[in-house]
């Protein structure tokens, strides 16, 4: 397998390193890595020290608390939590493994006698694909319900609506899906990857390995816009060309024009961020025109196990998808997961990067909920911070500063069988860094509310109509 080279992108890597050996007590060669990095990042040795020792202390505590603490399930009196997805509309073909993933982990958890003595009782509601629904169930759910927390959303443009809601409420929101960072609430936990977790490590390794001229194509709505406007700054610093950039409307079916463009570009690859089900429309076009993945391959942000199952594996087969997580891992927590999904839904079944880490944010919540002694979301808000599990793609952690998760970086390429073969990795969590440095935190601010009042105050072009296409030129 060939090592995913991720020394010189991510600030804050050493530490990253050095936190893992003590913070995630499992054993990594990590000195000839920490020896490169120390080149690259300076972190204060008594800092480090002070660190890992906070770190150590919290967990050690954390762990003992969350293993004794569990006892025959109150049945009378549940805790409540809310399972937000979308059921219907063209996010449904993503969103809805992804809830089915969080209930599973519910049932589990109640199966071995709850949280805090009682059982977790999953209230269930369709975001219906809309970005307002998906605020005013998550007001519903709070408010109505009592929820103690909320696990869902797929698109940013759901969260960020979502997000003036539970800071409103100083409510608790689990979001599982890698995003374009940018974004830090104390009211989010973040467990799918920030952009140094998947879109930058992704842009180095096709450099590397497929070619220097990208064509980037997205959904029309804040995460591909913002992700396609840091992976355009990474291209840039590697010397690399963005020859075309374009994008369609969430639920779009046309993408003549687009595949018409690729065609006459001819770019090395393509760097796709489309999400939902008009990713199956463009596969069909780019097919049904004769790109394959041995002309010009794709690499996909938002496509893993479940979508290609609807896609076609032998569509699919050869092009590529960045994540944290697939299912060929082989490790006995995936194969847990794996095999209880599989047995609760079908053996037809499949499990994918979103659904694994809607999987793992209940269980975050279950461990921090114990270390609170309480189901109070202000309460869970602070012993989330810093704690960690094995889960089914390594050992993950809460970053305290952030509240994003720490994650192991994976590429992998799409087999005839539909499961991922992982041609790159950084077998290390890397600490996420939601802000890249290309620019100010200010910046990117202006840079993400200049798109949201362009779109008549949404995270999401409103119109029907196709915004004009990019192309860049040297």
Do not use: C
Request: glycine share 6%; aromatic share 10%.
């Amino acid at each position: 397998m060939k090592e995913l080279h991720l020394i010189a992108i991510f600030a804050g890597v050493g530490l990253a390193v050095l936190l893992a050996g003590m913070y995630f007590t499992y054993e990594l060669d990590s000195k000839q890595f920490v020896t490169k990095v120390t080149t690259t990042v300076e972190v204060p040795q008594t800092d480090i020290i002070q660190l890992k020792k906070q770190f150590v202390t919290e967990v050690t505590t954390r762990v003992e608390v969350f293993q004794t603490n569990i006892t025959e399930p109150n049945k009378e009196n549940p805790i409540k939590v809310g399972v937000l997805h979308s059921f219907s509309g063209t996010m449904a073909i993503s969103e809805k493994p992804v809830a089915e993933a969080t209930l599973l982990a519910i049932e589990e958890i109640n199966k071995r006698g709850g949280v805090l003595g009682r059982q977790i009782q999953p209230i269930v509601a369709d975001g219906r694909s809309d970005w307002q629904i998906f605020a005013s169930e998550a007001e519903r759910l709070i408010v109505e319900e009592d929820v103690s927390a909320i696990f869902g959303g797929w698109t940013s443009a759901s969260r960020k609506t979502m997000k003036p809601v539970f800071e409103e409420y100083d409510h608790l929101l689990f979001y599982p899906v890698q995003y374009e960072g940018l974004e830090q609430s104390p009211n989010i936990v973040y467990t799918g990857a920030a952009p140094n977790q998947q879109a930058i490590p992704a842009v180095d390794w096709a450099f590397e390995n497929i070619g220097t001229r990208f064509f980037l194509v997205g959904s029309d709505y804040v995460f591909p816009r913002s992700a396609n406007e840091i992976m355009k700054e990474r291209i840039k610093e590697l010397g690399g060309e963005v020859v075309y950039e374009e994008y369609r409307i969430l639920g779009s079916k046309n993408f003549t024009e687009i595949v018409d463009k690729i065609i006459e570009i001819q770019p090395d690859v393509i760097l796709n961020t489309i999400n939902g089900d008009s990713n199956l429309w463009f596969f069909k076009e780019l097919r049904s025109r004769g790109i394959t993945p041995q002309e010009i391959p794709t690499i996909s942000f938002s496509i893993g196990e479940n979508e290609i199952e609807q896609l076609g594996a032998a569509t699919m087969s050869g092009d590529y998808a960045a994540w944290n997580y697939f299912q060929s891992l082989d490790t006995q927590e995936n194969q847990n997961f794996v095999n209880n999904f599989k047995a609760k839904y079908g053996s037809d079944r499949v499990t994918n990067d979103p659904m694994e880490a809607g999987y793992i944010s209940v269980y975050l919540f279950a461990k921090a909920a114990e270390l609170a002694g309480s189901d109070d979301p202000t309460l869970i808000h602070e012993t989330v911070k810093g704690i960690t599990i094995s889960a089914p793609e390594g050992i993950v952690g809460i970053d305290p500063k952030t509240q994003h998760t720490l994650k192991i970086v994976r590429i992998g390429q799409i087999l005839e069988n539909g499961q991922f073969k992982i041609v790159a990795s950084s077998e290390v969590p890397i600490m996420p860094q939601p802000y890249p440095d290309y620019k100010s935190k200010e910046q990117w601010d202006s840079f993400l509310n200049a798109m949201y009042v362009g779109w008549n105050n949404n995270w999401a072009n409103p119109n029907d109509e196709i915004i004009e296409a990019v192309e860049e030129t040297d």
